[in-house]
């Protein structure tokens, strides 16, 4: 007989059952098998029981079916042979196939809430760097960020004073450095040793101008920033100025500056006699006319009562080549102090000032100490830490290289696409960890379920043997007794 044909028989009865629980139990997530056959049989009895005629039989169709399915099921035991077939197969392929794919699906688990974790801490560390950036520059919302970055350039003016002013204390550094030099190399140090960082102790953060040519300017016109805004920046900023005329600091006590000087060009040259009559004419416009009076300008000697325009606008420390030496002076001043220093702690006898010159030596070498020389290092350190912060870096490229304003934005820009991708992929990874959880837990009852009803099965394999050798014990050994 056909096992095909019992299988069929069982998908035709089972389209017409009787509403039973026990029923509905045996007929849910399992494979029907002999052994089922067998209880729903008995619960037909039970709600089949009206049908039973004189004779014991059965007039219900139900009943006659799963009695058939039962008499071919018992023809030549094939249903041992199935029931063996299913035990095999439950064991070796169905458990076995259930535990590997909760077995991946929980390593695919940990390796999402590895990668949450690892977004989460990329989101944090673009986010750390955003804030970071955001508060060297002072910026406060990313859409105004070109208007306050031209805002926050605005206070350089004042920490450069404040620069110099400290800058005012390296006097006895300087001091010290121009006699090692002098004592040392027998040579002048008066234009060569760190001539920035002196000028700034005497005269301080002048101009270019003045630093230049020795003379202070009457006016100082610095290059504006060469900072375009964004059209929304533009529109916030245009819609409080439209109304607004802007004509700058204009002082009307003072004489209008027309720029150039306008020449008369007469077409020759002009005859104004001998020289005795020029003198009379000149000293007759004197004595008629005043310069106030005229409104003429004379210009004096030199580059006094002069504009200082361009670079020579700039500060000595906001002008990028007088920065960058006094930059590279201040290095200059902490390698010495800081060699001084070891030579003292080390009590070298045989460094650059021995015992025996130092006699010879200038007061303030001779009375120079480890506390002392440690004191102007630390002035010289100070001055440098501050001038190189992150945050006057900022500023200074700001000002003077346009270029980098776009470099942060694009910097900032970047941190923000960062942080949405990393929250994108978190709440990505988050959605395949509920996937993968719920197909987990509906894994694990089925395999419950298919271990319970294999353990089942075996069982009365066993019992349906037993019967068969006078009910002798029987057990099946293998692997199905480690489920």
Known sequence: MNILTIRQKINNAIQNMPAHD???????????????CVKIVEILKQTEADTKNLFGSYGSQRMKDWQEILRLYEKDNIYLAEAAQILIRNFNYEISSIKKQIQKLEQLLTELEKKEAEYKKSENIAHMEYNVLCKQLGITDYSTIRQELMDKVKELPEIYQKIAEKTKRLDKVVE????????????????????????????????????????????????????????????????????????GNLDLDKEIDFGEEVALDTGGVIDWGDEGAEQSVTEEIHSNISLEESGIVVETVGHEGGVATGSEAYTILDNLTTRSEFINQLFELEAFMKLRLYEFKGDDRNNLLSFNQMEDAPPILQLSTIET?????????????????????????????????????????????????????????????????????KLRPLLKLIIQRTKELQTEIEQDISKKYKNRTVYLTGGVNML
Not at 390 to 411: A, C, F, G, S
């Open 373 to 441: 020389t440690q004191n102007m290092l630390d002035n010289v350190q100070v001055i440098l830490s501050e001038i190189l912060h992150d945050n006057v870096q900022h500023l200074h490229n700001i000002k003077h290289y346009p270029k980098y304003v776009d470099m942060v934005i694009v910097t900032l820009k970047q941190k923000l696409n960062l942080i949405d991708r990393m929250v994108t992929q978190q709440k990505s990874v988050l959605q395949k960890q509920e996937d993968t959880q719920n197909q987990i837990d």
């Open 22 to 36: 026990g029923i509905a139990s045996l007929l849910s997530g399992a494979y029907i098998n002999y052994f089922y």
């Open 176 to 247: 010290f450095y121009s006699a090692f030099v002098e004592f040392t190399f027998n040579q002048q140090c008066d234009n060569d040793c760190v001539s920035i960082i002196k000028y700034i102790i005497e005269k301080g953060n002048t101009t270019m101008f003045e630093y230049t040519y020795g003379e202070a300017p009457t006016s100082i016109i610095e290059p504006s920033l060469n900072i375009k805004l964004d059209k929304d920046e533009s529109n916030k900023q245009s819609s409080v100025d439209d109304n607004t005329i802007d004509f």
